[in-house]
């Protein structure tokens, strides 16, 4: 498979009580960018430094998200399956039509795959003909799929970072939206707000207690 064909996808959020789970597709092309691992490994700062360099350099990229109504009516792993779906959806229809005549190579992180890109190799999709995978620990072996790990998660977080401005009691900006002791010791005392995800303990537990 060429690297200049190959489309990377992963996503943020799946584990936190609160906020759109988020998911990024990068085209990169060619170009090496150095430093590109799984986002986890890397400090906000490089972070950062990096989602500027994929935004500059890349031949397509795009960032989607679910929201918590959507996470809590088709449940988190649809809803992430959905939200990479999205994003995979905005960069096919950025791209150059002459990518059409070229087998595109997706790769999604992890070990699961949206129904609506399933099917023997080539699936034809949005006029496109697409080898779809997924790889386990992708992001730290695929360049483009490193780089929408780290896309993805720093638009997450400037999503949760803008929650904490609407409701800064919850401190967002301290555990942003983890389960964290703290974080379960501002949900006792305020009650979950309308940003926290209604299906995931111990948010739904909470909202259950306040029925009886």
Same mark, same amino acid.
């Given at each position: ?35 590109? @691992? ?9 972070? #950062? /430094? *990096?989602? /500027? ?11 989607? /998200? ?23 959806? #905005?960069?096919? #229809? ?20 949206? #129904? ?24 730290? @072996?695929?360049?483009a799929v490193s780089a929408a790990s780290i896309i993805a998660k720093t638009s997450r977080d400037s999503h949760i970072l803008q929650l904490h401005e609407i409701v800064p009691e919850y401190r ?7 389960? @964290? ?25 909470? *909202? /259950?207690? @306040?029925?009886?």
């Amino acid at each position: 498979m060429s690297d200049n064909l190959i489309i990377g996808i992963d996503e943020a959020g799946r584990g936190p009580l609160a906020g759109n789970v988020f998911a990024a597709a990068v085209l990169l092309g060619s170009i090496h960018i150095e430093g590109l @691992t799984d986002s986890k490994k890397l400090t906000a700062i490089k972070r #950062e /430094q *990096l989602t /500027q360099i994929i935004h500059e350099k890349s031949i397509r990229y795009s960032v989607a /998200q679910s929201s918590v109504e959507e996470i809590d009516e088709i449940n988190i792993l649809n809803a992430t399956l959905l939200a990479m779906n999205r994003a995979l959806d #905005e960069v096919l #229809e950025a791209l150059s039509p002459k990518y059409k005549d070229e087998i595109l190579t997706v790769i999604i992180d992890g070990n699961r795959i949206p #129904e609506s890109l399933k099917g023997k190799a080539p699936i034809y999709y949005k006029n496109f003909k697409l080898n779809v995978i997924s790889k386990i620990k992708g992001d730290l @072996t695929v360049p483009a799929v490193s780089a929408a790990s780290i896309i993805a998660k720093t638009s997450r977080d400037s999503h949760i970072l803008q929650l904490h401005e609407i409701v800064p009691e919850y401190r967002f900006d301290l555990h942003k939206g983890y389960g @964290t002791a703290k974080h379960i010791e501002l949900l006792e005392k305020y009650g979950p707000s309308k940003f926290h995800r209604k299906s995931f303990n111990p948010v739904r537990s909470m *909202l /259950q207690k @306040t029925l009886f």
